[in-house]
């Protein structure tokens, strides 16, 4: 999952932005609201952090011409000003969800995450399944047979990649890209050691095998 976070306060911007890849999340930082329009327009990200006060387009500005362009994005407002109007104009210009400054990181990350699980079509689930293998997104919590197995954070923001686009091949690239914060060209052993871990915990133990190596193209997850 990708987030993209538009914060001009370095502090604020720098802390998010550690705190969610700790997290297991790919995050963007843009500084001003013209970088981070251009972000949001160009790129494939799972949800927009936006501060409202801004140099350049603030935060309501970039909402607005990002709903024009059609990008259906969710949107998390961050806003100083604990002011109704603030909150009422955020809601009405498209965001999804707003959280008033200063808060805890906690409370930022569970808004973070319920907005994933709610994603673009505005639906809430709180797990993926595959045959006997169940993601629970709520308390990050994986079970396969019955029996819960512990990931890494990264372990988890893979195979929850894999489920949510259950019988689609991903190529190394988009996995690449939406795990970790790499390009195409990059080292993908990085990869392929994580699949490897993965497999191991989630699939050398149980039948049937759920994931699986499509040679020259990438990995699916499919229940047979
Ligand atoms: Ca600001």
Redesign the pocket.
Request: aromatic share 0%.
């Given at each position: 999952m990708k987030i993209l976070i538009v914060?001009?306060?370095p502090k604020t911007g720098d802390y998010l932005q550690q705190g969610l890849a700790e997290s297991g999340f790919v995050v963007d930082l843009a500084r001003n609201g013209v970088d981070g329009l251009h972000l949001a327009v160009t790129g494939d990200h799972d949800l927009l952090v936006l501060?409202v006060?801004?140099p350049g387009l603030n935060g309501w500005q970039v909402l607005e011409t990002l709903r024009r362009s059609g990008k259906e994005i969710p949107v998390l407002f961050l806003t100083?000003r604990d002011q109704v109007e603030d909150r009422v104009r955020g809601l009405e210009l498209g965001a999804d969800d707003y959280l008033v400054k200063p808060f805890a990181f906690s409370e930022f990350l569970a808004r973070v995450r319920t907005l994933l699980r709610r994603g673009r079509s505005g639906m809430e689930s709180t797990a993926l399944r595959a045959a006997d293998l169940e993601l629970d997104l709520l308390r990050r919590r994986v079970v396969r047979g019955g029996q819960r197995i512990d990931l890494t954070a990264k372990e988890f923001a893979l195979l929850e990649l894999l489920m949510r686009r259950q019988g689609e091949v991903l190529p190394r690239s988009l996995i690449a890209s939406q795990v970790w914060d790499m390009n195409f060209d990059s080292d993908t052993n990085v990869i392929e050691v994580a699949m490897r871990r993965l497999r191991a915990k989630v699939d050398d133990a149980f039948e049937p095998k759920l994931i699986r190596t499509v040679r020259g193209m990438g990995y699916v997850l499919e229940a047979p």
């Open positions: 914060e001009d306060e501060d006060m801004l100083a």
